[in-house]
């Protein structure tokens, strides 16, 4: 079966992920015009949306990528994360941009901004392409940047994966019931 068959719904095409990946380019080099951000990424899910993002900006940029991992079940109560890969670059004294593919409780999230804080960068905001704010569990995460609200539903496509399957699907999408079940 081919991968786009596994979908059920398509949330959010690719030409309508595109679009607003452009209107998003435009906003952020408009507001970073005389700096050159450093955007940040967490390894994996944010691939697609760090390539896309950056291309279609008019600045010159820097880009630099983390790899965290999360203590199982225990992130939904703690928000226990550990560094798996810490960024290349030094941010002292940078304008940082966090980029996500999909913010869900927000525990990720407030955790790399707690570490990457913590080294006193000029600036840190977060850029989100998905914000699921119906299952936020953080207080208060400030979210400079947002592409698409989307509804409590399990989604894959665009970098975001089911047991690591369809992140390179180019739209974002619901899986048919049957293939969650197998
Ligand atoms: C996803 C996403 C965020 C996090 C959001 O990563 O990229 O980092 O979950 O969830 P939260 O707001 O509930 O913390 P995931 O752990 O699925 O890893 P991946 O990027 O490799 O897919």
Known sequence: M??????DRVLFTEAQIQTRIRELAATISADYAHTTPLLVSVLKGALYFMADLTRAMTIPIAMDFMAITTYGSAQASSGAVR???D??????GRHVLLLEDIIDTG?????LLRTLRARDPASLRICALLDKTARRIVDTLPIS????EVPDMFVV?????????YRNLPFIGV???????S
Not at 145 to 148: K, L, Q, S, T
Not at 157 to 165: A, F, I, M, S
Not at 175 to 181: D, G, N, W
């Open 2 to 7: 081919a991968l786009d068959e596994h979908i």
């Open 83 to 85: 560094l798996i890969k």
């Open 87 to 92: 960024l290349d670059e030094e941010i002292s």
């Open 107 to 111: 525990l990720t999230a407030a955790y």
């Open 145 to 148: 940047y947002r592409g698409f």
């Open 157 to 165: 496509g665009y970098g975001l994966d089911y047991k690591q399957l």
């Open 175 to 181: 899986l048919k019931p049957e293939v969650v079940a």
